[in-house]
């Protein structure tokens, strides 16, 4: 297995954390994924 193979599989829970916790805190607030990004900019 390839290190950056393993580098990724090692933080996928985090990311997968990551991304749940933004859906959950995005949607709290009504937004759409669209409107976030435009918030972002």
């Known amino acids: ?3 950056s193979t393993k580098i990724a599989l ?6 997968i954390a990551l991304g749940l ?3 959950y805190y995005r949607k709290r607030e009504g937004m759409t994924q669209d409107q976030l990004a435009d ?3």
């Open 1 to 3: 297995m390839a290190r």
């Open 10 to 15: 090692e933080n996928r829970d985090k990311y």
């Open 21 to 23: 916790n933004i859906a």
């Open 39 to 41: 918030k972002a900019i």
